[in-house]
């Protein structure tokens, strides 16, 4: 299926937490978007496999993805290899997408990094169209635009996407996650083990600051890969 919107994301559910409001604001104005998970999740504190296959699938409809996929690496050593990129870029091709979002290559989690420079390198080969030929399948098509989200490290965004009307809505959709919210034992609280508050209220910190820079109750960062072209600085401005 063509995608207009593709999303790569190293485990279920940090479509959910990082994205959730920028792919319901898409999905709203009538685009399809998709996610290619790259691993289970299968080495989670929390939950079991099933369990995030289960939440994974109840989260895709709430946020109303056309697509859901898993290139099935494994959890905690996702990196950039010759056969992980391939694979990507297999998606790439097969979804032909205008727009990718990614992890940033700079986070705490290595998977997030790797997914990133997974993702980058990935968008360069899936242009190559002799590459596309001697792999089969559909042909070449490299994205118009990468760009970034924002998970465990911050850095200082191109792009905050207002997602006030959707805030709830992305509530609803990391709520699906339920085994990753809820205490498992007297000795876990429920909070994330490097930054104390629980999941849905570190979202809600982090939407609200970013909401704040632009204005707005709720916002989600991103970071363009290079600088955009425009034809009339105006059209920022909404001058029809
Ligand atoms: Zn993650």
């Known amino acids: 299926m063509t995608l207009d919107a593709l999303v790569i994301a ?6 959910e937490i990082s994205l959730g409001g920028t792919i319901l604001r898409m999905v709203r104005a009538g685009a399809k978007v998709g996610v290619c998970d790259l691993t289970r999740g299968e080495m989670g ?20 993805l056309a697509v859901r996929c898993n290139l099935e690496l494994p959890d905690g050593r996702v990196r950039a290899t010759v056969e992980s990129r391939q694979a990507l870029a297999a ?23 790797a997914c990133g420079q997974l993702a980058r390198e990935a968008w360069y080969l899936s242009g190559l169209k002799r590459l596309a030929e001697s792999s089969g399948g559909a042909p070449a098509h490299r ?13 200082e965004p ?9 805030w709830e809505q992305k509530c609803e ?4 996650y339920a085994s990753q919210l809820e205490p498992t034992g007297k000795n876990d609280r429920g909070e994330h083990f490097l930054f104390g508050a629980d999941i849905l209220a570190r ?13 707005r109750s709720h916002g989600e960062p ?12 105006l059209d920022i401005v909404g001058f029809a």
């Open 10 to 15: 190293a485990h279920p559910d940090d479509a």
């Open 45 to 64: 504190t929390r939950g079991t496999e099933a369990d995030r296959t289960e939440e994974t699938r109840a989260a895709t409809a709430a946020l109303g």
């Open 91 to 113: 998606v790439f091709r097969e979804h032909a997408p205008s727009l990718v979002l990614a992890h940033h290559t700079q986070d705490l989690h290595p998977d997030h990094a």
């Open 143 to 155: 994205p118009k635009l990468l760009v970034h989200f924002q998970s465990h490290e911050d850095f």
């Open 158 to 166: 191109t792009l905050v996407v207002d997602i006030s009307s959707v």
């Open 173 to 176: 959709a990391i709520r699906c």
């Open 203 to 215: 979202a809600e910190t982090k939407a609200r600051y970013w909401g704040e820079k632009i204005g």
């Open 222 to 233: 991103l970071l363009l890969q290079g600088p955009l072209a425009i034809g009339n600085p």
